[in-house]
T-cell receptor, first 114, second 116 residues
Framework: AQKVTQAQTEISVVEKEDVTLDCVYE???????LFWYKQPPSGELVFLIR??????QNEISGRYSWNFQKSTSSFNFTITASQVVDSAVYFC???????????FGKGTRLHILP | DSGVTQTPKHLITATGQRVTLRCSPR?????VYWYQQSLDQGLQFLIQ???????AKGNILERFSAQQFPDLHSELNLSSLELGDSALYFC???????????????FGPGTRLTVL
């Protein structure tokens, strides 16, 4: 069975600090996709990134970076120089090549304190 | 704006009632997915329709049903509502039917259901 675990339920950091959100996934499929979504207080789901299982290159987008390691089944997300606007719930998610449903982790609520 | 619309935005009703949530996919998308976000269960997949046919089923209760109409909009019907059905219900759409690789899903803004 497929599973996504976000062990950190809630994190608080002071603005400008770096913060890493952990994500561990489980699947026996060899082809799959990993995602991060942001859910701000307004409630909508904002797509941040997708990675396929064959692409272990790390990615950086502005203050955001992602570290994908198949060896540890992890897909961690780092925010550098955090800002108050980064406060949100962040979801790590998984989908398989052979079907479309997205399996979400429980989410990590991130508080950036001014 | 993802191009996926959901109505209503908010819905407040009482236990035992029945409600219908509506989703209009992006133009050209044939698949519609429903997800439920509740405090207990988190965000979970309920059901997928592709071009009018049910394609995949997740943890959807028997009291819940969905359909996709010829114009491709979808409705999620929730009946005999219980307090625990209070949740944010998301609809997503995609071009293809799935099972053949990455098929990007675009999420709507959600319908917040409160059962009193």
């Amino acid at each position: 069975a497929q599973k996504v675990t976000q062990a950190q339920t809630e994190i608080s950091v002071v603005e400008k600090e770096d913060v890493t959100l952990d994500c561990v996934y489980e699947t026996r499929d060899t082809t799959y996709y990993l995602f991060w979504y942001k859910q701000p207080p307004s409630g909508e789901l904002v797509f941040l990134i997708r990675r396929n299982s064959f692409d272990e290159q790390n990615e950086i987008s502005g203050r955001y970076s992602w570290n994908f390691q198949k060896s540890t089944s992890s897909f961690n997300f780092t925010i550098t120089a955090s800002q108050v606007v980064d406060s949100a719930v962040y979801f790590c998610a998984l989908s398989l090549y052979r079907d479309d449903k997205i399996i979400f982790g429980k989410g990590t609520r991130l508080h950036i304190l001014p | 704006d993802s191009g996926v619309t959901q109505t209503p935005k908010h819905l407040i009703t009482a236990t035992g009632q029945r409600v219908t949530l509506r989703c209009s996919p992006r133009s050209g998308d044939l698949s519609v997915y429903w997800y439920q976000q509740s405090l207990d269960q988190g965000l979970q997949f309920l059901i997928q329709y592709y071009n009018g046919e049910e394609r995949a089923k997740g943890n959807i209760l028997e009291r819940f049903s969905a359909q996709q109409f010829p114009d491709l909009h979808s409705e999620l019907n929730l009946s005999s509502l219980e307090l625990g059905d209070s949740a944010l219900y998301f609809c997503a759409s995609s071009v293809a039917g799935g099972g053949q690789g990455y098929n990007e899903q675009f999420f709507g803004p959600g319908t917040r259901l409160t059962v009193l």
